[in-house]
Structures are given as C-alpha cells and as structure tokens.
C-alpha cells in the first residue's frame, strides 16, 4: 500500500471546479513529481492533500488512515509538511528562529537539537546567516530555509510547491539536489513543478495535470521521452 | 560650506513661529502661564513659548557644520527674530480689529499681557521679538562653544527646568521630610525657587562637566576591574533596593501621587492585556474598553450593596469571576472576527468596544447596571478585617496584580504559545501551513488579553466604589493602544514606561488635560519620525525595523548596479 493515496478527488472555488477527479499514489522513499502548466491546479492539488482545502467528492489517506478527520493544523503532527509557494518564510524573524517555529509543536529538547544540525548540514548557507534576518535572504536561501523549517517537523511526506519557481539556474540545481539528499535521508516527497525539466530528473515516477485533470502518468524517465510532455513542457518539438 | 543660509533660517524661524502662535491661540501658553517654573520669574507658559526660537536657533546652526563664529550667531538670531513674527504680527492685529476674540477666543488680555511682557502691544511687540532673537542667538552659541562646556550647561538648563516643571511632585515628597523653613527656601508658591534654580543649575552643570571629563573613565574602569561574584552581587543588591523601593513608595510619595501611580498602574495592566493580543499576536483591536467594562460591571453587580447589587460577595470573591467573565466575553467576542485581519479587524472590534457603551447606557440593561446612573455603593475590599481604602492601599492590590501580569505575560512569550502567536503575527497563511491551529491560537489571546483588562476593571471598579458607563469610552481604547506604541510593540517594559509617559506625565502635570489629545498627536508623530519601534522596543521589532532599512539600502544598491 502506498504512503500517500489520493483517489478520485474533485475540489471547487465556490463554482469553480478546480480538480475534476485526481488520483494520485506515493509510495514511502519515493519523489513523485507533479507538473502542470499555469492554473492547472497543482497548489490546489497540495492544499487539499495539506487538510487546507476540504474535497467535495474523494479521499485522501496516508498510511490507509483518512486524513480529512484531521484538521489542517492536525496534519502536521501526522508527519505531512508543506513549503507553500513563494517560499513563505517569516521575514522579520531571523533564520534561527524561523527554524524554530518549524519544531514549535515539539517538545524534545534534544530532537530539535539534532534536527537543527541536521538542517544546517544540508543547507551550509542557512549556517552561515542564523542570525540574519529572513527578509533579508536570497530568493534561493528563502526557499532553503523553507524547507530547512519544514524538515524541523520531522515530516515523513514533505509537499513541495513550485521550490524552483524565480530561482537563477544555479540555485535551481542546488535546490534540487537537496531535495535528492533529503529523499535520501528517507523522507517521501510530492514535488509540485512548472520545471518540468528538473523536476523529472530527480522524481522517479510523475503525474501531468492539465486543467484539474490527470492527463498521464509514468516514470520519470518515460515521461522525460513522450512526446507530449516534451513539447508541452520541455520545449522539445 | 561655512556659509550664511538666510533662507534656511527664515524658513526654519518661520515654522517655528507658527508653532508658537499655535500654542498662544489654542490658549495652551495661557493655561499653562499658571504653573510657575521659576517663581515668579519663569512660568510653563512661557517655556513654551520660548521654547520655538531657542531650539529654531539651535537647529539652525546644527548639521550644518558652521564653525565661524559670525555665520551661526547671525542665522541663529535670524531665525529666533523671524520666529516672533509671526507673533508679532497676531498682537498689531489686535490692535487693528480690537474684535478679534469673537474669532479666535483665545486670545484673551491675559494671553497679550504674556506675549507683551504686560507692557502694550508695540512697546511689548519689539520686546518679544528681541527676547526671541537673544534666545536664537543664544541656541546658535550652543555649537560655537566648545562642546566640553555646551553639553553640561544645555543639560543643566534643561535639568533644572524639568526640574521646576515637576517641582510640585517634589514639593510633595520632601513635604514630611524636611522643615518647613528649607522648604520655604527652596520652593516658591508655584515652582522653585530663583535660588534653588541658581544652585541647580551650577551643581547639575558642574556635575556633568566632571562626569565628562573624569567621573566617567574612573567609573567604567572601576566597573571592568570587577570580578564576576561582585557584578553578581551588584545586580541583586540593585535589584532588591528596586522592590524595596516599589514597596515603600506610597509612604514616599503620600495620597495623590500614590493615586496617579495606582492609575498608570491600572494601565500598565491593561497595556499588558492588549499587548497580549497587538503585540504578540498582532491582532489589531480598538474595543478593547469593553473588557474593562465587563470587569468593572461585574464587579459592581456581585458586591454593590445599593439597589443594583445582587451578590453582595466579598470584593476577592468577586474578582476571580470578574476575571473569567472579561476571559469568555474575549472569546465570544473574538469568534466572529476570526477571518478578519488587519483594518477590517480593527473596524469591527472598534465597533464591539461601542456596543458594549451603549448597551450600559441603554434603558433595556438598565434594571440590571443601572443604565447612565450607573452602579453605586460599590465596598470597598477588606482583608484579614482590614479595609483597603486609600489610594495607599489599592496601591499594593495593583502592584501585585502587574507584578502577576508581567509575570504571566513573560512566560507566555516564551512558551510554545508565544512561538504560535508570533508567527501568527507574522503571517498568517505561513503560520497555517505550518500546522498552527488559527482559531485555537486567537481566541486564546483575545482571551488572555481581556482577562488582564477584566482584572483592572473590577480594580477600577472596587477603587472607585461606583461605576458610570461614560467611564468606558472609545478614548481608553485609544490612550492603551497609545501607550504600546510609544513604548514599543511587544515590549514588556515598554507597556511601563508608556504608561509612565501617556498617563503618568499628564496627571502630573494638570494643565495637560484639556490637550491630552495634541499631546498625543505630537507624541505619536514625533516617535513614527525618530523612534518608530517605541521607547523600549522588543529586541525582535528592533531587528525588524533594521531590517527593514537593510533591505531598502539592498535595494538601492541593486538599482545602482
Ligand atoms: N482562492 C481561489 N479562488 C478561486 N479560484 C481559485 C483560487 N485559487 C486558485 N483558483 C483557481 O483554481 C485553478 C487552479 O489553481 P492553482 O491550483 O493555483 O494552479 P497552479 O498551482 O497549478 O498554478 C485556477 O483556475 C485558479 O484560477
Ligand atoms: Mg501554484
């Protein structure tokens, strides 16, 4: 059985139908990438798995356990983290204290302690400015520390939203060979991406969504060959 | 560089003048014209007023870096003449169209007879304009003498000034201690003494110069040499005179001034209450009166012995409920504004604040608290048989009520639940993202945070002996969210000394009260210019506000490149 099990999920804006019946699977260990085009429901996709959208018809379970008993806020302590997109970190606190807030529902001292060696070990940068101000970071560092606080909460599925997005093209490879170590490291991941590019080079299997709809899913490799993909989405005709 | 700027200088004066106008027609000279500084020589009215071409001369000459004598001398004096015009030209007015006060009420004999030194209005006119352009002068002088002699002697003026400006608080606390003879010496009618402002000023002005040049140096050397046991035991020595201070103060300072500290005291805990919900939670709330009332009304109807009373409990009985009541009225209150932020937020919760006035006003609750009669016959608490009564004595109730705020308020910025309100504070979608229950985390600060305006209200209440409903104005709301701001967001100590300064100084000085409101304003606008994090500022909005001009100085770099 798989980690993550989206079956059959539609999800509505007041009247705007937003996923018209996604499946989705995840299994433990795995990178599975999503990739879509602008609009196509991508973040809504991660906001319903998150408990921060409520589907109108499917289910979501993680673990064969129903995830839409929880509440948003519960989901997190159940080992679901998310990097909303646009990095979203708190830009007045500092670097140390973002990470902290990431562990603010934890209560082993020594836990934390190892997690935040352990963050600062897959984000050397984040190291060297603990004491920086967040705001005051790279568009590249925001988003390592992102998900540098979300791993503060030991996730076992982490949900990534588009960490690529207005990055320069040699942050975008280190961020992505992060997210490598961090799968590595045993933690699941959904990768949520417009760079189909990447995100096909690091994720094992992939999903295409197309206006609220799965429209094909494979390996990564396989999807790296079709045609369709690779002119939608690759830029190769 | 070191060049007369004549335009500056009018400029500057100009301002200055109207300003000093605008002091003589709101009728705050006159008012204030009745506190002497100096007895008989130097009143608050006139500090005020020539207080503008001092500093106009002073701000002339600075940053400018005029070194030469004649240039600052002459455009201090400029200034400070151009500062009297406006003035100057008000008194011909008078003169011309003797009717003037149908329009501007203010400008009474009593205000002329100020502005003219008593001597008619062109004779008094030119007077005016040459006092004010020695003073000018005299504010220019400040940066052509050395600083090693400037510094002491404008800190010495000010001192003394400050000095005779509270000379009343003074008077009141050297009252029991010293025989009437040496105060008679040192204290006039209405201010101190010409004297005592003479032996001020020397002792203070001598004092500083030594400091500078010496005391300093041999201090802080005496301070390194120091060992670790040694600071240990200085902080906890400076620590307990503090409390033992905080102790005695009642019999230091005798009934009135023990009563305006009762009332900043109250403030403080309110401050610490909305504090709670702005500070740490950065939930904009401009009702918050209401809990206030809710604690006080509560107060009143469990232990009024009038008609109204229906416990007639004991005042610690009470107080507790009273506390739990201001705590769910928080909740209740808070639930339907849950999905509102920012100005929405204040909007409606401005709007909560005003029901509850006008349903303690109203004539449907008015079988219960008494519509605009209020509640009386309110006891006053006992303990171990022992009434409390005086100010003296509430003194010690609303001591260890903030002492119990400030320690609730530390801990709670430093559990988990502070983490959550600050990143709630922060930002509110990231916070969600996070796992941070938003409902839970809200209610529980608009909670907490009507729990401590509960607290002072029954206090207030019980102090009082008697309740009105226009007790519980929109202005309240409006002074404890004032005095967090100047203090500093977030910042326990802060909430303390912007009580000190937004309720403590205006009690002091009574004249102030008909210009509470300007005194804001000016107040207000002075901090958002040159202190915007506050008085006291939490070391996180400190470093935000850095950050913040980082961030700007980054900007402007990228946009160079
Ligand atoms: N808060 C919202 N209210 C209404 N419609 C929304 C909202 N958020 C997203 N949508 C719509 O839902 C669709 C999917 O959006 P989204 O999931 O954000 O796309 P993606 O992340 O793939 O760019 C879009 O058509 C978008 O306009
Ligand atoms: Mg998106």
């Given amino acids: 059985m798989a980690l993550l099990e989206v079956t059959d999920v539609h999800t509505y804006y007041g009247n705007i139908h937003a996923l018209k019946g996604i499946s989705i699977s995840v299994a433990e260990g795995e990178i599975v990438s999503l990739i879509g085009g602008n609009g196509a429901g991508k973040t809504t996709t991660l906001r319903t798995i998150s408990g921060l959208l409520r589907p109108q018809h499917g289910s979501v379970t993680l673990n064969g356990e129903d995830l839409h008993q929880y509440k948003a806020h519960q989901l997190v302590s159940k080992g679901i983290a998310m990097v909303p997109e646009g990095r979203g970190v708190f830009a007045r606190l500092s670097v140390a204290e973002n990470l902290e807030m990431g562990a603010y529902h934890r209560n082993d001292k020594d836990g934390i302690a190892d997690d935040l060696k352990r963050a600062y070990a897959l984000f050397p940068r984040l190291d060297e400015r603990k004491t920086q101000v967040a705001g005051t970071l790279s568009g590249g560092e925001q988003q390592m520390l992102a998900m540098a606080r979300a791993m503060m909460s030991r996730p076992t599925l982490l949900l990534l939203d588009e960490p690529s997005m207005g990055l320069a093209p040699v942050l975008v490879e280190l961020i992505f060979s992060t997210i490598a170590d961090i799968n590595k490291e045993g933690t699941t991941i959904l990768l949520v991406e417009q760079n189909a590019h990447m995100a096909l080079q690091v994720a094992h299997r992939g999903y295409v969504l197309q206006t609220g709809e799965i429209v094909l899913q494979d390996s990564a490799k396989n999807l790296q060959r079709n045609a369709m993909v690779q002119k939608a989405y690759l830029g190769i005709d | 560089m070191a060049q007369l700027d004549v335009r500056d200088a009018i400029r500057k004066g100009l301002l200055a003048g109207v300003i000093a106008l605008g002091l003589s027609v709101i009728g705050m000279v006159e008012a204030f014209d009745q506190r002497d500084v100096i007895t008989d020589v130097f009143s608050l009215g006139q500090l005020l007023l020539f207080a503008a071409p001092a500093v106009v001369g002073f701000l002339v000459v600075k940053g400018r870096d005029i070194r030469a004598y004649g240039p600052a001398l002459i455009s201090g004096a400029l200034a400070g003449v151009f500062a009297a015009i406006p003035i100057f030209l008000l008194l011909m007015l008078t003169l011309i169209y003797p009717g003037l006060r149908a329009q501007l009420v203010n400008v009474s004999p009593t205000l002329i007879g100020i502005l003219t030194f008593g001597s008619g209005q062109i004779v008094g006119g030119l007077l005016l304009t ?123 300072l005798g009934t009135y001034l023990t009563e305006v500290v009762d009332n900043v005291g109250l403030y403080v805990l309110m401050g610490l209450g909305l504090n709670i919900v702005v500070g740490f939670a950065g939930l904009l709330d401009l009702g918050y009166v209401a809990f206030f009332a809710i604690g006080a009304y509560m107060m009143g109807i469990l232990t009024s012995q009038g008609d109204l009373g229906v416990g007639g409990i004991s005042f610690w009985l009470a107080l507790p409920i009273c506390v739990a009541t201001s705590t769910i ?56 048989g022992f009434t409390i009564l005086q100010p003296q004595h509430f003194y010690y109730v609303i001591l260890a009520s903030v002492f119990l705020a400030l320690f609730i308020s530390s801990r709670l910025r430093d559990s988990r639940l502070g983490r959550q309100w600050m990143s709630l504070r922060e930002d509110e979608d990231v916070a969600e993202a996070m796992g941070i229950h938003l409902v839970k985390t809200k209610l529980l600060a608009f909670g907490i945070g009507a729990a401590f305006s509960g607290l002072a209200g029954a206090i207030f209440a019980a102090r009082l002996s008697s309740i009105f409903p226009h007790s519980f104005n929109l202005l309240i709301s409006i002074n404890v969210l004032s005095l967090i701001i100047v203090g500093g967001m977030g910042s326990l100590p802060g909430v303390v000394v912007g009580a000190l300064v937004l309720v403590g100084l205006p009690e002091l000085l009574r004249e102030f009260a008909e210009y509470r409101l300007l005194l804001y304003g000016a107040l207000l606008i002075a901090m958002m210019l040159r202190k915007p994090d506050g008085l006291w500022p939490s070391p996180v909005r400190r470093r935000e506000l850095k950050a913040e001009e980082q961030e700007k100085l980054m900007m402007q770099a990228e946009g160079l490149e």
């Fill in chain 2, 130 to 252: 040459a006092v004010m352009g020695v003073l000018g002068l005299v504010g220019a002088t400040t940066h052509v003498i050395p600083d090693r002699i400037s510094d002491p002697l404008v800190l010495g003026v000010g001192w003394t000034l400050l000095i005779g400006v509270l000379s009343e608080v003074l008077l009141n606390i050297l009252r029991p201690l010293l025989p009437r003879g040496v105060l008679r010496f040192l204290f006039g009618t209405k201010g101190i003494t010409l004297v005592t402002a003479v032996i001020l000023l020397v002792l203070i002005t001598v004092g500083i110069a030594w400091w500078r040049a010496q005391g300093r140096e041999r201090y802080q050397k005496r301070i390194a040499a120091r060992s670790a046991v040694q600071v240990a035991n200085a902080r906890r020595t400076s620590l307990g005179a503090g409390l033992l201070l905080l102790l005695v103060l009642p019999f230091i």
């Fill in chain 2, 329 to 384: 009225a928080g909740i209740i209150l808070g639930t339907p504004v849950l999905r509102m932020r920012g100005d929405y937020l204040a909007i409606v919760t401005l709007g909560f604040g005003e029901i509850i006035r006008v349903l303690a006003t109203s004539d449907l609750l008015k079988p219960v608290i008494g519509g605009a009669q209020g509640i009386l016959q309110i006891p006053k608490p006992e303990i171990f």
